[in-house]
């Protein structure tokens, strides 16, 4: 089927209801809290209307460069990780049989249903010393006394890929099903070994598939803010929890917009050259 | 001796027995066609000898060496996929090159024997195109020249052809019986397509139910068929029931049937007799005698259909032939003994 581009102004009737949808629910809160950035704070009611770069300039500090670079670089590793597992997962996965694969795919939909605080605080339990994984290591003689795995990077990395793992499983999925399982056996049948086989077929065949789902996880893994405040130590503390702790706790609403913003610039500039560099590949 | 030899391979999925106990010796440069309709285990058959499923019991013996327990990639063979299976991410001279670099082949190497390779496939200068560029009879081609880029000592093809139109698909049959001759290479095809098989084998092997049929030259197939089932599936055929009257004599459509005779002590069998081996004549006196149903004219073949007791027999002739008749008229039909084959139920 061929389709026509829209002519009349009649053919873009359709857009209507989403783009007001979007223009109500996005362009515009969002715009606000881009005006808001740039007020100026009002120590002791609210904020006042106002054109200054103060809270810009506050947060080029040391101090919030590195939560910064920490944040993105959290988000950057849980995207990681998480493709890392899910995608040999799902590759063996839908090489079982259909009834194997939805009780799996059940039970990964109903981790969605945890709340993050659950999540946060199951691992925190499972990670304690006094009730924590490390007593059945011990119980193994695999350790000589049981000892508290947080808070700390570790666990914090854990919580998150924990909860973002599903996520990547049902977003990886379906362009897997689609694969065409001779490919795996043409490489077989042309020298390669299975594992051989998967990484340079399976991966490149799905890079487009890949470099989505990193972006993906990324940016989901960029907005957590209570798994760090669990598991971790202040040290560990993403940007988002700083940006909550300005606008709730401090009342600072325009520098919290500001680290807002500075936030989404950054991710998006990071999603940009993900794009760049895989378009680059490909033209290779 | 060099060559193939399956010894007594079967393939079982759960209780369903997809190969059972196959039995054949491919000598080294022969041409195989195994033929079949879908579900008979051919595929399965040839996905053992490529490695990719493991035989219940038995061995597949390639120059006197077992290779049974040899997993796919280290068995240095070619296969073409239904599907071809190209690498979508890789061009077409990566394509070919791929099981040149496995093997850890140098950069000049894999270039000459990719150009090599397109000369030989009619595809030169195609090296650096994406594969998703091709037309359907370019990408086959790509996919032969890939499995042949080793130069494997067996070259395994699984319906390569199907996905061709009618047309492209009766050129590479024969260019594909040209490759194969050039190379010498033993070469196992699994086709559904009889007409493909009459083309290109040496050797057809025909299978239904997991079990080989017949295996023996195309045209001992068609002349002499084992059975009823070889018969029904190479080619069109009449199926006739003969039968012994009390004093052991043939009978076949209410007629002696002098010049044919039963098997020893069966009292019924089959006969088949091929369209064009049947002849019309005038209907008389001791004729076996039928009423034209219909009558097919395709131009290059004339087709005659012809009811004799409620069984529907039929003719091919060439226009020089032509019958001239029909349909409503009577005719006699004459089966000449020579050209019946009497088949075991």
């Known amino acids: 089927m061929r389709r026509e581009p829209p002519k009349a102004l009649a053919d873009y009737a359709p857009l209507a209801f989403p783009a007001f949808m979007l223009i109500v629910f996005f362009v515009i809160p969002f715009s606000t809290m881009i005006g808001v950035s740039f007020f100026k704070r009002n120590p002791a009611g609210f904020y006042t209307p106002d054109f200054v770069f103060d809270n810009y300039a506050r947060f080029l500090s040391t101090f919030f460069g590195t939560v910064l670079g920490f944040s993105l670089m959290l988000a950057v590793t849980v995207a990681i990780c998480c493709v890392t597992i899910a995608f040999p997962f799902t590759y063996l996965l839908t090489r079982q049989s259909r009834k194997v694969q939805t009780v799996w795919l059940v039970c990964l939909l109903s981790v969605l249903s945890l709340s993050e605080v659950i999540i946060g605080f199951a691992w925190s339990t499972l990670f304690s010393r006094t009730a924590g994984i490390t007593n059945l290591l011990v119980g193994a003689g695999l350790m000589s006394e049981p000892k508290a795995l947080l808070p700390g990077f570790g666990a914090v990395l854990t919580g998150m890929v924990y909860q973002a793992l599903p996520y990547t499983i049902l977003v990886l999925y379906p362009a897997l099903v689609r694969l065409d399982p001779t490919l795996l056996e043409a490489a077989r049948s042309l020298g390669s070994s299975p594992p051989r086989a998967f990484l340079n077929v399976v991966v490149p065949a799905l890079r487009n598939t890949i470099v989505a789902t990193l972006i993906m996880v990324f940016v989901f893994a960029l907005g957590s803010y209570l798994l760090p405040q669990i598991l971790g130590r202040p040290q560990h503390w993403t940007l988002s929890v700083l940006i909550t702790d300005q606008a709730i706790y401090q009342s600072n609403m325009p520098f919290a917009a500001a680290m807002a913003v500075f936030l989404v610039l950054m991710s998006l500039a990071l999603v940009g050259l993900t794009l760049l560099v895989g378009r680059r590949e490909s033209a290779a | ?345």
Not at chain 2, 8 to 22: C, E, I, L, M, P
Not at chain 2, 321 to 342: A, D, F, T, Y
């Open chain 2, 1 to 345: 001796m060099s060559g193939l030899t399956l010894q007594d391979v079967s393939k079982q999925f759960g209780s369903f027995t997809a190969v059972d106990n196959v039995q054949l010796t491919v000598p080294h440069g022969t041409f195989v066609c195994m033929l079949g309709p879908s579900g008979c285990g051919k595929t399965t058959l040839l996905r053992m000898i490529a490695g990719l499923e493991e035989p219940t019991s038995g061995a597949i013996v390639l120059d006197n060496q077992d290779i049974t327990p040899i997993p796919t990639h280290r068995r240095n063979l070619g296969m073409v996929f239904q599907s071809l299976a190209l690498f979508p991410h890789l061009s077409v001279g990566d394509n070919i090159s791929y099981p040149l670099r496995i093997r850890g082949a140098s950069r000049d190497e894999q270039k000459k024997r990719t150009d090599e390779l397109l000369n030989l496939i009619h595809l030169p200068g195609f090296a650096d195109r994406p594969v998703a560029k091709l037309s359907g009879g370019q990408r086959q081609r790509v996919a032969i020249a890939r499995a042949l880029a080793i130069s494997p000592k067996l070259f395994l093809l699984d319906e390569p052809l199907s996905a061709l139109d009618a047309k492209l698909r009766e050129a590479m049959q024969v260019e594909l019986r040209q490759l194969q001759q050039t190379l010498g290479i033993t070469t196992i095809v699994v086709t559904h397509d009889q007409r493909e098989a009459m083309t290109m084998a040496d050797l057809v092997v025909v299978m239904g139910n997991g079990k080989i049929r017949q295996a023996a030259s195309p045209i001992e197939i068609y002349r002499k068929p084992a059975d009823a089932f070889v018969a029904d599936f190479i080619g069109s055929t009449n199926l006739l029931e003969i039968e012994a009257d009390g004093s052991g004599r043939a009978v076949m459509l209410g007629h002696s049937a002098p010049g044919l005779k039963l098997p020893n002590g069966m009292r019924k069998a089959s006969v088949s007799i091929r369209p064009e081996d049947v002849h019309l004549i005038e209907p008389g006196a001791d004729t076996i005698t039928g009423i034209v149903t219909f009558v097919r004219d395709l131009g290059g073949t004339i087709e005659t259909f012809v009811e004799v007791d409620g069984k529907s027999i039929v003719a091919v002739a060439t226009p020089r032939e032509r019958p001239n008749v029909v349909e409503g008229q009577k005719v006699g039909i004459v089966l000449p003994p020579e050209s019946c084959v009497v088949l075991k139920q």
